[in-house]
C-alpha cells in the first residue's frame, strides 16, 4: 500500500520530477496520521519526512517498512472500522486465494497445449465421494439444522517417463465437473492400465495433465473468487457508510 507509493515516489524524485515536493507533501500528510497511531510510529515519521526532504527514498522506504505491516493494519482500521478491518483480512483471503488459484489454472490450462508429450500408464482409476457437513445454531436452544453437500471426482493417477526419470501425476483435466455421472465417465476414460499420453511442462515435469486446453470449467475457481470478493466489496461498502455515519 504506502511502501509501492512511496517507491514511485522515490523514483520521480530521483529523476527530478518538478511536480514531486507537491507529492511528498501529500503523501506525508496521508500517511502521518496513520503512523502516528502505530508503536514508534513518530520516530518513523520523522525518518521518512527526513529523508524525502533530503531526497533519500531508499532511506524513507527502510523507515516506512521498519514498522510494517501496522500502516495497512492502521488504515484498514481508519477506513473501515476496527470490525470492518477484520473482514478485510480474514473475509478477503479464500476469495483472494479462489481468485489467485484461478488465474493460476486458466495461464497453465491454456499453456498446457503447447506442452511436451510422453507415453503414460494409469496406475489407478476410480470414482471418490467427498461429503461436506455443516450445522447452523438454531434460535432458543435449538439444535439448528444441518447441511450436508455430496460431490464426486474421478481419481484417477498415472505415470510417465521424461528422459528415464519417472514422474506421477493426477491431474486429468485443468477444471471438471464434480457429479457422479461426470466421474463414471472419466474413470471409464482412463481405467488401471491403460496406456495414455500425458502432457507435461517440460521446465517443470511434476506439473502434467491428461487432457490439456480450457474447458467449460477451467475458469469457475476464478469466477468464484471474483464473486466472493465482489459480495465482501458490497458488505464493506454498506460498512464503511454506516462508519462515516457513526464514527468508530
Known amino acids: 500500500m504506502f511502501v509501492p507509493k512511496l517507491a514511485r515516489l522515490g523514483k520521480r524524485l530521483a529523476a527530478g520530477d518538478r511536480k514531486s515536493p507537491r507529492q511528498v507533501t501529500e503523501f506525508l ?40 505491516p501496522w500502516p495497512l493494519l492502521a488504515w484498514l482500521r481508519h ?17 483472494l486465494f479462489c481468485l489467485i488459484a484461478g488465474i493460476d489454472r486458466m495461464t497453465a490450462a491454456a499453456a498446457s497445449t503447447t506442452w511436451s508429450t510422453a507415453r503414460g500408464r494409469i496406475i489407478s482409476s476410480s470414482v471418490e465421494c467427498r461429503v461436506s457437513t455443516t450445522s447452523s445454531a438454531g ?16 481419481a484417477v493417477s498415472y505415470s510417465f517417463d521424461v528422459h528415464g526419470r519417472r514422474f506421477d501425476g493426477d491431474r486429468v ?11 463414471r465417465a472419466t474413470v471409464a476414460r482412463y481405467p488401471a492400465g491403460a496406456e495414455v ?45 454506516w462508519y462515516l455515519r457513526h464514527g468508530s
Open 29 to 68: 500528510a496521508d500517511v502521518r496520521p496513520i503512523l502516528l497511531a502505530a508503536p514508534d510510529g513518530e520516530g518513523a515519521y520523522d525518518d521518512i519526512e527526513r529523508a524525502l526532504r533530503e531526497k533519500r527514498p531508499d532511506d524513507a522506504v527502510a523507515a516506512l517498512t521498519r514498522v510494517a
Open 79 to 95: 477506513h473501515f472500522g476496527l470490525i470492518g478491518g477484520l473482514i478485510v483480512l480474514i473475509g478477503g483471503a479464500p476469495g
Open 139 to 154: 434460535s432458543r436452544g435449538s439444535s439448528g439444522r444441518s447441511h450436508t453437500a455430496v460431490w464426486y471426482i474421478a
Open 173 to 183: 483435466a485443468f477444471g471438471a465437473r464434480l457429479s457422479e455421472p461426470a466421474a
Open 197 to 241: 499420453a500425458v502432457r507435461f511442462d517440460p521446465r517443470d515435469p511434476t506439473r502434467s495433465v491428461l487432457e490439456p486446453g480450457r474447458n467449460e470449467h477451467t475458469a469457475t475457481l476464478f469466477f468464484g473468487g471474483l464473486a466472493w470478493l465482489a459480495i465482501l466489496g458490497v458488505t464493506l461498502g454498506g460498512m464503511r457508510y
